[in-house]
């Protein structure tokens, strides 16, 4: 395994499929995303299996076919069907017996058959006869960077921006070719690519000063299906123009916005829209100016209407200066309460992106109860790839195994249904913060790949599980075979792992303030973020029930009554919900206390096994890629020991009570 | 009052001596210093009397004689008698009734009693026949800066660097001029210009290439009678040539030191020597070759020995990567267990610099027993004027009411006693980093400026007292008066106020880590810096008895015994000696815990009353000091109340113990 490749492997097997029919190469349709699928076709099979594909000028047998559907249609005989129709985006795949056809309902459907036979193709999977029509669930599958133009990235761990060096536009044209390959075969066809926090310099991007540089990116990921969207500071119109105002309601902003918007569009026509972050962790917004959220979007979503621009407004607003003494405030209900009532008051072209879960990307949150509430306003659910709360690409976390929980979560309202069945529907798709930077693995953890390809993979097909996931992706990074399991094994291990080193069922941010890596449990207890979770001699958590804030309210009813009552919440989430005494009596019988401190060890315990499954695996690996994860285990290893000891330590201080099985808990 | 002018102030009243006296001056002696000594005389009584003096070339009557005593003494007749001899740096005067007599014992001497003189006759308190003597208990009595040459200060809370900027050295000549005569005025006779942790640019300092400006810089300070030192980092070798060692032993390594001394000394001969922070917090130091801290200074001092230069070491040497599971370990135990061996092994140009408490300038520590433990060894007491743990010069926070009580503790140990009478005999004198930067009132907080002051006083003469000190200071900031007496009322009342809504009865670090202000209670107890509490549900501290990590017993056997018993321990230090339970009684008969509530009340009602008490001085004050100083004490009442509240809270949550009084307390 190349760490650099990825996904993209060279293989050391021949195909699984005759090299004579995917030589031939004949294909149908225009356009550059089109013209590009049959160069990536080519590169990659040249690439990885050295194979030099021959374009020919008509359908033949052995030989391969790939085109867009309309085009196809009419050259295709004999045998072969087509399908009549295909979902946008969407691809067909028959693997005759002489004969290989991958047929896109578009472009785009294209390049993504085409990504997807080489993948199977690699996982060596494919036989003659095998028939795939696939579409993706969502229509909005969007990678957010949070770089700098310092070259900083905020929450990034894995090297320098990749577009960006010393406040200018700086970027390798190769590495984005390659970082477009990544994210296409995947299946994202948006990256927003500057910080939500947009401050000093990047505050200049929509101007002819960037413009020019960011078209010329925007060039790079347009043949690959990707739009760019931009990042942009709800006050512009105060630093870019002499307009001392940013008041959505004011003419003289809404109309330098559509000047500006016109200038952008001039430069990149394709671009997807902004995205903004407003009236949160002090950005400025319309509240500054007794305005709603919906007067803000929709001054900005009219003027990217013009030019079919969308504006994808965040959810993640909540009172950033909390008094903890103030029981009655509750962060968690923050983006319901702020939102719902706006439901219907949103313009066509705004989409709404609200993060899975109501606080804040925590290692376990139960979905945000604005999806499934929301029913006359667009949105998309945000999702993180990039490690915040989760181990900084240091510890190994494989995030598929939550995002299939939060897939598979029932918001049991009206017409809508789980999270995965609602994607395409009442949820138009994902965004998420990547993982990727400079570093030559892209993800300072090699093994955190697996979070990007896991990501494209889920919201592409919401049904699909983390360990399906696992298994392809560890095949496809370290060819098929018993290494490759082992892998998937270790991945599959590491979600659970850590959930149960770190803050305990539910209970949220014991993380370390600021850093948010490691553990410090009263870190964020007397701040003003809202994030407490009050613990005592006797007791530990936030009652969220109508007793209490009343949040778990804000679900269906099936759901809030599931939530409110101790015997039916799940108890990964009993600490998010109530208030428990350390000697409640959890399923297993044993007290809350004894289940924390069983789960920390054994949390500890299990990257133990992770690292000594890595250590018995190192034969097979390339020594680069095996030293470098290596040494992330150790690190690792270190860090769940402080989580383990110092939560441990924490709750026999505060109660006095040792551990049942009598295993060292420090003083 | 004018902010920039500190303690030299225009004055609205006339001079209590005649001004016939004061304006005819006859100077006898010689050089740089004594000529500026008659410079300042007739600079501040043209400034602040509006005086023009007049030079004559006799003495005469009415008149003023100043100088230095081996030029006066063949001079004066008559009535007037000097002084046989004074001590070093000491001065003599008489104020007699048509003539004053300032005599220094040398060029500083003189210089001293010019600003004692002019503080005396600006505090209104002369009178015709008053005689003083003094001279400074210990001969170094210096200030450290850690300014950094990108012109931030580390733990500075009064705007940037003095000396550097954008990582050059850059300042105002004229602004240096005004420090160098505060300093001086309060008998400071060296500075140290950089920060002891000698990184990036900094480290350049001592080469060619910033030697010519720091020369200039020195020759600002050089007629106050002022020193530079220079901090130099204990791996240059490394990175100024090319051997690729710091090894104190190896002979090249000396050899560069030598060749490089001779350089610096070219460039400043008068510079007082070398500052180093070695193996201390991740600096480099002679640790990393096996060898002493005695090899590491011995060699430096070899190298500043031709030149009369003194080499600085400093004790703040602990294991900064301790693990918090191991309580055997003892942080306070570490300067006196690393330098106590070493007793004796130092050359004789070395000083070895301690901090007074053997942590970091807590609020309350015990005094260093390595202070009177040293017999065979030079050394200076650190103390801190910059309210680093002390309030960011945000809370009002008078210091020298803890130096006071440090100066009064008893080392009852052999020939030496208290640390104020050991000054100048085992304690050669005192440092401080400073508090001081670019803000137009110099330390941030108008008020902190009587902490700079004070510094000056109290190591001048340590039998002053913090009272005597806040009413000099007032006198001389406000003019004597109401107003003045209102305003040392205030600073009196600061420190307990502060060390009252702190961390409760010496358990120190329950500070946000990393910034040092306001509390996190927690911040500190699972980290890596060897600065715990432990409490859990019933006790809190540690002990460092005999019974725990013996830290009392490197105290004289008396004072050890003092420490070791709960019944004699003073109570301000009971919890950095003693591990106690919640219900400990204390000797005003109520509960550890129920003291800590009443403290933490107090502190809080305390801040109150002193911000009453400023605001009923609103008219007496200039409106910028007044406001400025206001909107302080504004955000000290929210410091404290967090203080309060959280350290309440925190217990209250830990006992489950009420407050007796009723107050609130949030859960």
Known sequence: MKEYDCWFQEQTEKPCLNAEILSRLFSAGEGAVFNNAVSEYRFILKKSWGLNVEKVNKISAPGTTIGILSYLAPLVTGDVKLPPALPAEGFYIRAGADQLLIAGADERGLLYGVYRFLALLALGGLKAGDEITEAPAGRLRMLNHWDNMDGTIERGYAGPSLFYKDNRIEYDRERIVDYARLAASIGINCISINNVNVRREAKRLITE????????????FRPFGIRLMLAVNFASPKSLSTIDSADPLDPAVANWWKEQAGIIYRHIPDLAGFIVKADSEGESGPFQYGRTHADGANMLAAALKPHG????????????????????????????????????????????????????????????????????????????ITQEYTGHQIDLCFLPWLWESIMNFDTRRGFKSRIGEMTGKGIEGFAAVVNVGLDRNWTGHTLAQANLYGYGRMIWNPAITAKEIAHEWSGLSFGPGKTAEAIAGILLKSYPAYEKYNAPFGICFMVTPGLHYGPNIEGYEFSQWGTYHRADRNAIGVDRTSGGTGYAGLYSPENAEIFEQRATCPENLILFFHRLDYDYKMKNGETLLQNIYDTHFEGYDEVKAMYDTWTALKGGLDEPVYNSVLSRFERQLSNAREWRDQINTYFYRKTGVTDKKGRKIYD
């Open 309 to 384: 621009g969308e504006l994808v407004w965040r959810c993640f607003v909540y009172d950033c200066r909390q008094d903890w003494r103030d029981h009655s405030v509750d962060r968690a209900r923050a983006a319901y309460d702020n939102f719902m009532p706006l439901d219907g008051k949103f313009a066509g072209n705004v989409i709404l992106q609200a993060k899975f879960g109501p606080l804040d990307f925590q290692v376990r949150e139960p979905v945000m109860p604005l999806f499934g509430a929301l029913e006359k306003t667009r949105c998309v659910m945000e999702l993180q």
């Open 209 to 220: 000063e960037c413009l020019p540089e960011l078209a010329e990116l925007a060039a790079l």
